[in-house]
């Protein structure tokens, strides 16, 4: 994923929002990206969530903008 900087940034900001540092997480979220860990997943998959949201609703804008 480090190709989309913008979606790598969103699910380190999940995974250290969810998984403290000091906290449960086993692994920093550069280790977690590197071994493709569940926790890790489950940052992207929500990071990709909120991308396809917050397009939708930058979508509704322009479209309100256009009325």
Do not use: K
């Not at 979606?7 to 900001?13: D, I, K, M, P, T």
């Not at 071994?35 to 997943?41: A, D, L, M």
């Not at 489950?42 to 991308?51: E, I, K, L």
């Amino acid at each position: 994923m480090q190709h989309d900087l913008q979606l790598r940034a969103a699910a380190r900001a999940i995974y250290n929002n969810v998984y403290p540092p000091v906290d449960s997480a086993p692994f920093s979220f550069d280790e977690a990206e590197r071994f493709g860990t569940v926790e890790y997943r489950q940052a992207v998959g929500a990071a990709q969530d909120a991308r396809s949201v917050l397009a939708a609703q930058h979508e509704q804008f322009l479209f309100a903008a256009i009325l």
